[in-house]
């Protein structure tokens, strides 16, 4: 088996705080013997927990960056009792591009788990996270939001495990987060998600969506900095309250039928918005031709009711993409 390329320029064991980065050769055109330089912060004290945090699993996601890159600022070593590992461009060259996927390999890191040590650029950051640091860690929090393509209501998110303490420890978790909507998420494409690849190895695990566009505001990036303290107090990291908002939502997207996808090309008329309650069988969409007028568009019903929790963000749509997703709203837990 080979192993994996990537070295750290900073000892990942040692105490105090340390800013370096994750080195993995790159031998390119205009470098022979380059590298891809992953920035990391580690920031330890004393025996106790680890986390893991990350940002930039797809590169135009942006509320993970903004926070991971505050706390690795703020975070001195003697407010922590244990370990924290900030990682807030894990797919650096995608968050350089500001796209989804690595512009080197065109691969989506978040499909591309466990990875492989002898593989493409992507595939060995896979795997190097999945072999080397989500091993070392208790807990895993990873950011995501919408990206230039979707747009979410601000939630975190534990997904249905088969292990039932585990997934109850990872709702504890998502809780403590404290973003105004926390989710119970059944992903309908989970195999080589980084996700996937954490719960596998037995790990606490949050991850999330906080909005989307390609952007990140004021707000969104506030509830990524205020839910990865909220968690590092909860895991007993940091000291101090947590401090949630009042009347977070419980939602569950509990199966395929949240998803709603075009079938056409065209220009995209949105019925309802994100947060709006809709029944099923409302009318929540319209696809109108692209090339013509005249012509009646293409209705999209609501598959169930619930709320309007993630909607596509570009005005025009590809037959396939997601146009919005309907989550159930649940009693707070």
Not at 107 to 126: C, E, W, Y
Not at 155 to 174: S, T
Not at 255 to 283: I, M
Not at 307 to 315: E, K, S, T, V
């Amino acid at each position: 088996m080979s192993a994996n390329p990537i070295q750290p320029t900073i000892p990942l064991d040692g105490q105090g705080k340390q800013h370096g980065f994750l080195r993995l050769p790159y031998s390119r055109n205009d470098s022979a013997w380059g590298s891809v330089m992953i920035p990391v912060t580690v920031i330890a004290n004393g025996q106790g927990p680890t986390a893991l945090l990350t940002g930039g699993n797809h590169g135009d996601e942006y509320e993970g960056p903004i926070a991971l890159q505050q706390l690795a600022w703020e975070i001195e070593p003697q407010d922590v009792t244990g370990r924290i590992i900030i990682v807030p461009y894990m797919n650096y060259p995608a968050f350089r591009a500001g796209a989804r996927v690595s512009p080197i390999d065109q691969v989506n890191l978040n499909r591309a788990f466990p990875g492989r040590a002898d593989g493409t650029v992507s595939q060995k950051i896979a795997n190097y996270f999945n072999d080397v640091l989500v091993p070392m860690a208790d807990v895993v929090l990873d950011y995501h939001s919408g990206g230039k393509t979707l747009d979410f209501l601000p939630y975190a998110a534990a997904h249905y495990l088969d292990d039932k303490r585990q997934q109850e420890a990872c709702v504890e978790a998502v809780k403590a987060f404290g973003a105004p909507y926390s989710m119970m998420m059944l992903e309908i494409d989970s195999v080589g998600m980084f996700d996937t690849a954490v719960e596998s190895q037995g790990k606490l695990f949050v991850t999330t969506e906080l909005g989307g566009g390609g952007t990140a505001t004021a707000y969104s990036a506030g509830i990524a900095i205020r839910g990865a303290l909220n968690l590092l107090k909860h895991t007993g990291i940091l000291a101090g309250e947590i401090e949630s908002p009042e009347n977070s939502q419980m939602l569950d997207m509990p199966d395929g039928g949240c998803f709603h996808f075009a079938s056409r090309d065209g220009l995209l008329q949105l019925l309802a918005d994100l947060g709006d309650e809709v029944a099923a069988g409302q009318p929540i969409a319209r696809i109108w031709p692209p090339d013509r007028t005249g012509a009646a568009p293409e209705e999209v019903v609501a598959n169930r009711g619930g709320i309007l929790a993630a909607r596509h963000f570009p005005g025009l749509v590809q037959s396939g993409d997601c146009l919005a997703v309907i989550a159930d709203v649940t009693l707070n837990g």
